[in-house]
């Protein structure tokens, strides 16, 4: 059973802009290999990540995420099963002033999001929408 987790949180402080990428190209290349699928975005200094994958597979790497010093105000507001892949592999991608505003951008994460429950996908595109308008 494909099994979705999603989660804010807030980096810690000593993490530069090229740990961030190097984190972010790690996470990709691992869940690609794992067939976990999903979305990390960074901004400034918060992360969300919806990761979608086998519901064994999903809580345990987000057993790993809670022990990551790297992240602290850890906040999970999604924990539940999917039924449709909306995904085709796993996205990362460092939000900045220069990519904030664009449109395709958001167009492009809030279909990601379509395999959700009407309630979850509000309390989503909400944080999405935080991060990149």
């Known amino acids: 059973m494909r099994y979705a987790i ?18 972010l190209n790690k996470v990709e ?3 690609n290999s794992k067939d976990i699928t999903g979305i990390l975005l960074s901004s400034d200094t918060n992360f969300f990540q919806l990761i979608e ?7 345990e790497l987000y057993t790993h995420i809670q022990k990551d010093t790297r992240h602290n105000n850890l906040i999970k507001f999604i924990d539940q099963p999917v039924t449709i892949n ?48």
Do not use: P
Not at 14 to 21: E, G
Not at 53 to 59: L, N, Q, R, S, T
Not at 88 to 96: E, K, W
Not at 119 to 131: C, G
């Open 29 to 31: 290349l691992d869940n």
């Open 53 to 59: 994958g086998e519901e064994e597979v999903i809580k």
């Open 86 to 133: 909306a995904y085709d592999g796993f996205l990362s991608q460092v939000v900045t002033d220069q990519t904030r505003h664009n449109g395709n951008n958001l167009i492009n994460y809030l279909h990601y999001i379509e395999v959700l429950d009407a309630k979850s996908r509000i309390a989503v595109k909400r944080v999405i929408e935080a991060l990149i308008v």
């Open 6 to 23: 999603s989660y804010i949180s807030t980096a810690e402080t000593a993490l530069t802009s090229i740990d961030v990428k190097e984190l």
